[in-house]
């Protein structure tokens, strides 16, 4: 998936390495009036069905999970972006999310055709993908070294979130405020 296939679907940002900033992404703060991409069923399953293979294999969760988790999500991450310390119960709730679908390892078949894989246990009314997100979100947040690498668009009007990969990236994408930041210094720089 890229970042064009998010765009043709009508979502600003996407194709980040982890999910769970792609769901951050779909709340854009930057817009005026902010625009939520998940509000609507419609909006919700086009970003799942973007996700699919990304993710266990299930339907998607009520539209309201998605967006729950979203909002811890963006907390924990802005809290470690403005080297906050973010409520307890923020913490309590991404743990919850990630506890409700344990895994275990399986064997898949035998021989040359074997092969590892997991199976999501989610006979405790979780989300397998939800969980999934929770369970990137944990991994990055213990992650001290990629931790660093996670990112606010240097655009101050701008609310989107991506992992730095590149230490030059600055912009969430190149086609949105990247663009935007390089009109605006070429009018500064062509202006009577």
Not at 30 to 41: H, M, N, T, V, Y
Not at 92 to 105: E, G, Q, R, W, Y
Request: glycine share 6%.
């Amino acid at each position: 998936m890229r970042l064009s296939d998010f765009q043709a679907a009508g979502f600003l940002m996407g194709a980040e390495p982890l999910v769970a900033l792609d769901l951050v992404d779909t709340h854009a703060l930057c817009l005026d009036p902010a625009k939520d991409f998940i509000a609507d069923e419609a909006g919700h399953a086009r970003w799942w069905a973007l996700q699919a293979d990304r993710l266990p294999a299930a339907e998607p969760p009520a539209m309201s999970a998605t967006r729950r988790l979203r909002t811890v999500l963006r907390a924990l991450f802005e809290a470690h972006l403005t080297g906050n310390a973010p409520d307890p119960a923020l913490i309590a709730d991404l743990n919850a999310v990630a506890a409700a679908v344990p895994t275990s390892p399986r064997l898949d078949g035998w021989g040359a055709q074997a092969r590892a894989e997991t199976r999501w246990h989610d006979d405790y009314n979780g989300h397998p993908g939800l969980a999934a997100i929770a369970g990137e979100a944990i991994g990055l947040l213990a992650d001290r070294e990629r931790l660093e690498k996670l990112r606010a668009c240097a655009d101050p009007a701008c609310s989107m979130l991506f992992l730095a990969e590149n230490k030059r990236r600055v912009w969430c994408a190149a086609n949105v405020c990247g663009n935007r930041a390089r009109v605006a210094r070429h009018y500064e720089r062509t202006r009577g």
